[in-house]
Nanobody, 115 residues
Framework: QVQLVESGGGLVQAGGSLRLSCAAS??????MDWYRQAPGKQRELVAT???????NVVDFAMCRFTISRDNAKNMLYLQTNHLNPADTAVYYC???????????WGQGTQVTVTP
């Protein structure tokens, strides 16, 4: 059974850091990503990584967030630095494979940044 379990969220003051983790089980994935959803807003992409190690971080996270993965442990990470209140959201792990076509989501981990 495919499962993604996030951890590492919490309450942090502006300027602080958190390291989010996503433990995948059941199979390995081609692409693994982080999304986030703030209250009243749509879910948005934060960062992506491929099995081969290619990474991409969206503009608002550039120079603050770093995505990484450990294929041997089937883990995905998001290091978040210089957090600000606008980063408050539920952060979700997403993983996908092409063959077979498979798309999975975790339950999310809450990140709350206070002024």
């Amino acid at each position: 059974q495919v499962q993604l379990v996030e951890s590492g969220g919490g309450l942090v003051q502006a300027g602080g850091s958190l390291r989010l983790s996503c433990a995948a089980s059941g199979r390995t994935f081609d692409d693994m990503d982080w999304y986030r959803q703030a209250p009243g807003k749509q879910r948005e992409l934060v960062a992506t990584t491929t099995r081969g190690g290619t990474t991409n971080v969206v503009d608002f996270a550039m120079c603050r967030f770093t995505i990484s993965r450990d294929n041997a442990k089937n883990m995905l990470y998001l290091q978040t630095n210089h957090l600000n209140p606008a980063d408050t959201a539920v952060y979700y792990c997403h993983a996908a494979t092409k063959y077979p076509l498979l798309d999975s989501w975790g339950q999310g981990t809450q990140v709350t940044v206070t002024p």
